[in-house]
């Protein structure tokens, strides 16, 4: 009997890819016609490379994969870049607020890990930060907390900008209460 090579070594060869991804929500949401209930699927999609850059997406389809395709599709073309310091932490600390969503992000140092919860774990996680400490302080809706943080992210100064508006010099220590979004929609808007 003759057997396929390509069966031994799990089909073809894996291609690498230039982002990671990860499904944050999958939701089945119906709209009311005339003729019923039309049934579609989102998908609430982060990718990012783990080395300061990231993307937020959501999808939208009849079904789940071709959702979760769309959001992977759209979240590549939503990529940021941002800075970290030393490859592992944010420059300075951050509060966000987007819509009843609001987001305390602080730098921590070397070996503190990603304290994060839920979504926001996730998005940090993607985006190459390895010691961070985030809190949650408004709802814990999902996608609120997601856009909050990429926002978070979107906004972050570069580290010798933040420096020079305090007037230090070649100081290692991470710089806290620098920047508050207080008031403001992360997203732009209100």
Known sequence: ?????????????????????????ISRVTKKTKGGNNMSFTALVVVGDRKGRVGVAL?????????????????????????????RTIPHELTVKYG???????PAPSGTGVIAGGAVRAILELAGIKDIVSKILGTNNK???????????KI???TVAVKNALGQ??????????????????????
């Open 59 to 87: 999808g939208k389809a009849k079904d789940v994969m071709n959702a979760i395709k769309k959001g992977v599709k759209r979240g590549k073309k939503t990529v940021i870049t941002f800075p970290l310091v030393d490859n």
């Open 143 to 153: 996608m609120s907390n997601v856009i909050a943080t990429f926002a978070a992210l």
């Open 169 to 190: 010099t070649n100081s290692t220590k991470p710089i806290n209460g620098i920047i508050s979004t207080q008031g403001q929609s992360a997203m732009g808007g209100k």
């Open 100 to 106: 009843a969503a609001k987001l305390l992000l602080k």
């Open 1 to 25: 009997m003759y057997k396929r090579q390509d069966r031994k070594q799990g089909g073809a060869p894996r291609v690498p890819q230039e982002f990671d991804e990860k499904v944050i929500r």
């Open 156 to 158: 972050m100064k570069k």
